[in-house]
């Protein structure tokens, strides 16, 4: 299984940068890719960005479109968010996970082996 640890949280002003990390210990072949959901307080967890191993095709959430860019190092088994423009509302503990079903790259339970987390806090 993939052991996935997320990294490169932290506290920033609004229209700051912050590139969050993704990193696994192994890449098994039923991981399809890699996805970034979030979670605000008091909010439902929500899907924010994904890649395919393959082809490195990626997917944003309308929310994110154009801040947020994500990108694959299959040399290393890491996957990046690199977040631009952040907004207050971008405030969240972001999560890393695996792509273990075939399907939605959006749904949540077309994942598994979920990281531990990592805060991001944007300031107005």
């Known amino acids: 299984q993939e052991q996935l640890v997320e990294s490169g949280g932290g506290l920033v002003q609004a229209g700051d940068s912050l590139r969050l990390s993704c990193a696994a210990s192994?890449?098994?072949?039923?991981?399809?890719?890699r996805g970034w959901f979030r979670q605000a307080p008091g909010k439902e967890r929500e899907f924010v960005a994904s890649i395919t191993w393959s082809s490195g095709r990626t997917s944003y959430a309308d929310s994110v479109k154009g801040r947020f860019t994500i990108s694959r190092d299959s040399a290393t088994n890491t996957v990046y968010l690199q977040m631009n423009s952040l907004k207050p509302e971008d405030t969240a503990v972001y999560y890393c996970?695996?792509?273990?079903?075939?399907?939605?790259?959006?749904?949540?339970?077309?994942?598994?082996?979920w990281g531990q987390g990592t805060q991001v806090t944007v300031s107005s």
């Open positions: 192994t890449r098994t072949f039923i991981s399809y890719g």
């Open positions: 996970a695996a792509r273990t079903r075939v399907g939605s790259t959006t749904e949540e339970n077309n994942y598994a082996n």
